[in-house]
DNA sequence: ACATTAATTGTGT
DNA sequence: ACACAATTAATGT
């Protein structure tokens, strides 16, 4: 666990806090599509990511998902520092998009951390932007872009954070992702097989090239 | 190995 | 968006 947080966060956190955080945090590895935050929930610990990517969603009302979008090793939950400060429910839902390795840390730390290390106050506010700045790009696609764009977008992106060429999931599971329905999917998918981009299969998809 | 069933994907209206 | 057809995977016998 040690090596693992000063490979991930060494540069950034200073020898004492890393310390205190192996103190304190707990070791944990989860199962890809392992559960990490429900809506609702109230948070009792950040998480630190060591490995692996995490997907974020937003649910409306319907129950429809949308994803917002990915953590990454290195980054944290901007959600649970939101709702730390003000012991709310969390907004947003956390699954593990591949298996990861993550780090557990108290919530009550965390005030005491950001009064005492300037490095953890640095990642709070470094994290908050990262996260604005992904959300607003988000925003963005679903404002302003056509869905084949968005699609081709996600592609690209989960092939990203998975580091794999070949997307595990159902066109249906797409659609739930991009808040479509699976017949658009499918067609946009049938589209870009055609332009040699990518090849389908049932159950998963090769990406040849985007 | 074959038949049955369920789930996923393709297509026309 | 819907209905249905076609295809493929999973399961039991």
């Known amino acids: ?24 945090g707990t070791f944990k590895e989860v199962p890809e599509g392992f559960k990490l935050i429900e809506i609702g929930d109230y948070l009792r610990g950040m998480p630190l990511l060591i490995s692996g990517a995490i997907k974020i969603l937003r649910e409306d009302e319907d129950g429809d998902e949308l994803l917002l979008y990915y953590l990454e090793k290195g980054d944290t939950c901007s959600m649970t520092m939101a709702c730390c400060i003000n012991d709310a429910k969390s907004e947003i839902r956390a699954i593990a998009e591949t298996n990861a390795k993550l780090i557990m840390v108290p919530i009550q730390k965390m005030e005491e951390w950001t009064a005492k290390y300037k490095s953890w106050r640095n990642f709070v506010f470094n994290s908050y ?72 299969h049932r159950n998963y998809l090769e990406i040849i090239q985007l």
Do not use: P
């Open 129 to 200: 932007h990262e996260r604005l700045n992904e959300l607003l790009s988000t925003l963005d696609s679903i404002a302003f872009q056509k869905m084949d764009e968005r699609l081709v977008g996600y592609l690209k992106e989960k092939a990203r954070v998975t580091k794999d060429d070949i997307i595990h999931n159902t066109h249906q599971e797409i659609a739930y992702d991009l808040h479509s329905s699976r017949v658009v999917i499918s067609r946009l998918l049938k589209k870009l097989e055609e332009m040699g981009k990518i090849k389908l």
């Open 1 to 24: 666990m040690i090596q693992d947080l000063k490979e991930q966060y060494g540069t950034i956190f200073e020898n004492e806090l890393i310390n205190e955080i192996v103190q304190v």
